[in-house]
């Protein structure tokens, strides 16, 4: 069985698309077979690994589709979802992906049977072929949020080491809350994550201070710096790895990919 991890944090601009992507991308460099699903209307991380073009049917069709079990068959769910770029030469790496047109879906499930458990229901279909499944949230506490937590055996919470970036942080751990109570009991966080972490400025340490005191004992000991090539990339439809393995940011969210893969086993 697959692990299922979130990116979640409703706040916007706060690192989700870039961890989503290049935490996936490293575990299957890591030869870990691994999903990307992209649950954001924004489509940024569709983009990011070079799928600009405009597909038949994303993640909105497999959503719709999976009202009905016996519609949502593996073969069909097979096809939505898409091998990466082959010039990336990342085999363990699939991805589904999104379209501004998956915006409309909340107001077109209001009244649906199983509206909150869409996402995993995808999942379950699918997740016997992959080690890893990794989703990139988009920045609210929508619907497709909270088919997001309910589909997810845990959380990683990315936190932006900038002033105001634990603003909405506590309601993020409600919802998360409601949703194991009610849709998920056995959701995890699986920990905050700081990004765009500045060495030279002290207001990144005690954002880190200040997130480890709202996330006790459970902030990676990876953290991702600021850096300008994790910037970069997306314009060039490139995952870090790809784009410049010697940075900074190749090297960060390399260790993450590890420290993820220890947490599973230890
Ligand atoms: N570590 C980093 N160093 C430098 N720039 C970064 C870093 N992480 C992300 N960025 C840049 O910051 C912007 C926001 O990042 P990203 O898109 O990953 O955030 P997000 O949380 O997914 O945003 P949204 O809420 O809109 O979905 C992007 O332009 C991205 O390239
Ligand atoms: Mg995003």
Same mark, same amino acid.
């Given at each position: 069985?697959?692990?299922?991890?979130?990116?979640?944090?409703?706040?916007?601009?706060? #690192?989700?698309?870039?961890?989503?992507?290049?935490?996936?991308?490293?575990?299957?460099?890591?030869?870990?077979?691994?999903?990307?699903?992209?649950?954001? @209307?924004?489509?940024?991380?569709?983009?990011?690994?070079?799928?600009?073009?405009?597909?038949?049917?994303?993640?909105?069709?497999?959503?719709?589709?999976?009202?009905?079990?016996?519609?949502?068959?593996?073969?069909?769910?097979?096809?939505?979802?898409?091998?990466?770029?082959?010039?990336?030469?990342?085999?363990?790496?699939?991805?589904?992906?999104?379209? @501004? #047109?998956?915006?409309?879906?909340?107001?077109?499930?209001? %009244?649906?049977?199983?509206?909150?458990?869409?996402?995993?229901?995808?999942?379950?279909?699918?997740?016997? %072929?992959?080690?890893?499944?990794?989703?990139?949230?988009?920045?609210?506490? %929508?619907?497709?949020?909270?088919?997001?937590?309910?589909?997810?055996?845990?959380?990683?919470?990315?936190?932006?080491?900038?002033?105001?970036?634990?603003?909405?942080?506590?309601?993020?751990?409600?919802?998360?809350?409601?949703?194991?109570?009610?849709?998920? @009991?056995?959701?995890?966080?699986?920990?905050?994550?700081?990004?765009?972490?500045?060495?030279?400025?002290?207001?990144?340490?005690?954002?880190?201070?200040?997130?480890?005191?709202?996330? @006790?004992?459970?902030?990676?000991?990876?953290?991702?710096?600021?850096?300008?090539?994790?910037?970069?990339?997306?314009?060039?439809?490139?995952?870090?790895?790809?784009?410049?393995?010697?940075?900074?940011?190749?090297?960060?969210?390399? %260790?993450?990919?590890?420290?993820?893969?220890?947490?599973?086993? #230890?």
């Amino acid at each position: 069985m697959a692990k299922t991890i979130a990116i979640c944090n409703q706040k916007g601009g706060v #690192g989700k698309t870039t961890t989503a992507v290049n935490l996936a991308v490293c575990l299957a460099a890591l030869e870990k077979k691994t999903l990307l699903i992209d649950i954001d @209307p924004q489509a940024n991380t569709s983009q990011s690994t070079g799928i600009n073009e405009t597909l038949d049917e994303d993640i909105y069709e497999a959503l719709i589709l999976t009202e009905n079990l016996e519609q949502a068959t593996v073969e069909r769910l097979s096809r939505i979802i898409k091998p990466v770029n082959p010039e990336f030469k990342l085999d363990y790496l699939s991805i589904l992906p999104s379209s @501004p #047109g998956l915006a409309k879906l909340e107001m077109e499930l209001v %009244n649906a049977a199983n509206r909150e458990r869409r996402l995993q229901r995808i999942i379950k279909a699918v997740e016997a %072929n992959y080690d890893y499944i990794i989703i990139d949230a988009p920045p609210s506490l %929508n619907l497709l949020t909270i088919n997001t937590l309910t589909a997810a055996n845990s959380v990683v919470v990315p936190v932006q080491c900038e002033y105001f970036s634990l603003q909405g942080v506590a309601e993020l751990l409600n919802t998360i809350k409601l949703v194991q109570s009610n849709l998920n @009991p056995s959701l995890k966080i699986e920990g905050a994550l700081l990004t765009m972490y500045d060495t030279r400025n002290s207001l990144s340490k005690q954002v880190a201070e200040e997130v480890r005191g709202n996330f @006790p004992g459970k902030v990676f000991n990876s953290i991702i710096p600021r850096n300008v090539k994790l910037a970069e990339a997306p314009s060039h439809g490139k995952p870090i790895l790809l784009y410049d393995i010697q940075s900074a940011g190749s090297q960060a969210y390399m %260790n993450l990919a590890e420290e993820v893969l220890e947490t599973a086993n #230890g």
